[in-house]
């Protein structure tokens, strides 16, 4: 299994603010932008229940339908129904190890893009699902390399 243990674990909330310090439950940030810009040695993001929607909860639209990269080992985890909607086809990137688990990946192109070009990550989408992408996938994996 991908999880790591020994970093900082970090929340938010569809309805979190960007300037609480996203450390408990009582005080969630609002985008994973808010909580990789703000909160050093992230290691797992707790999604507390609701629908989050791309361009307000996962990075901030200026950086446009390429959406921004994590390039950091990653574990996204859902508490209740958790739906990433992508409106706006921002997608998620991972670029490092990745553990989803209990979140459901709605709409755009390509909404979760994981790319392990010549690299040995790890993914794992445990109880996720993806659903209504436009035209594109609504998981895209690019690359990677065997693993021993």
């Given at each position: ?40 040695n992230?290691?797992?993001?707790i999604f ?19 959406g ?81």
């Open positions: 299994m991908v999880k790591v243990t020994n970093g900082v674990i970090a929340y938010m909330s569809p309805n979190g603010d960007n300037a609480n310090d996203g450390l408990t439950m009582l005080t969630p940030k609002k985008s994973i932008y808010g909580v990789l810009n703000s909160i050093e992230v290691e797992t993001i507390l229940e609701g629908e989050y929607v791309s361009g307000v909860n996962y990075f901030d639209s200026a950086f446009g339908q390429q921004q990269v994590i390039n950091q080992p990653i574990n996204f985890i859902g508490l209740g129904k958790v739906i990433f909607n992508n409106l706006n086809n921002y997608p998620i990137k991972f670029e490092n190890s990745v553990y989803c688990e209990n979140i459901h990946f709605k709409g755009g192109n390509n909404c979760v893009v994981v790319n392990h070009s010549s690299r040995q990550y790890y993914s794992v989408f445990n109880h996720c699902t993806f659903s209504n992408s436009y035209t594109l996938n609504g998981l895209a994996l690019l690359g990677g390399l065997g693993c021993d």
